[in-house]
């Protein structure tokens, strides 16, 4: 079974900077093109970055373009988010999630396999 495990959630101030770290386990984890995705209070779910095996292709949803990053370390079995420049808007629960699609996508539906989440809170 493949385990996620993010972590580097916490208070933050607008205009900060922090990075999410997301941790796999149990399958090799460059099967995998990785997500990151996020839920605010009273909110859906939302697309924020994906990552394919070999971290040659990208995807940024618009809200966090030009301020997060996504990355991945395949000898660490592991997913970055890098957000810079936060603003209140990004407050959300943020999970980490794996497919075995070989071409990027944004649809949470594809993804097969979730963390539990880490918690980013942005003051003012």
């Known amino acids: 079974q493949v385990q996620l495990v993010e972590s580097g959630g916490g208070l933050v101030q607008a205009g900060e900077s922090v990075t999410l770290s997301c941790v796999e386990s149990?399958?090799?984890?460059?099967?995998?093109?990785m997500g990151w995705f996020r839920q605010a209070p009273g909110k859906e779910r939302e697309f924020v970055a994906a990552?394919?095996?070999?971290?040659?292709?990208?995807s940024y949803a618009d809200s966090v373009k030009g301020r997060f990053t996504i990355s991945r370390d395949n000898a660490k079995n592991t997913v970055y988010l890098q957000m810079n420049s936060v603003k209140p808007e990004d407050t959300a629960a943020y999970s980490c999630?794996?497919?075995?699609?070989?071409?990027?996508?944004?649809?949470?539906?594809?993804?097969?396999?979730w963390g539990q989440g880490t918690a980013v809170t942005v003051s003012s």
């Open positions: 149990g399958r090799p984890f460059t099967t995998y093109q």
């Open positions: 990552i394919n095996w070999s971290g040659i292709k990208i």
């Open positions: 999630a794996a497919t075995g699609l070989a071409e990027l996508t944004m649809s949470a539906r594809e993804y097969d396999y």
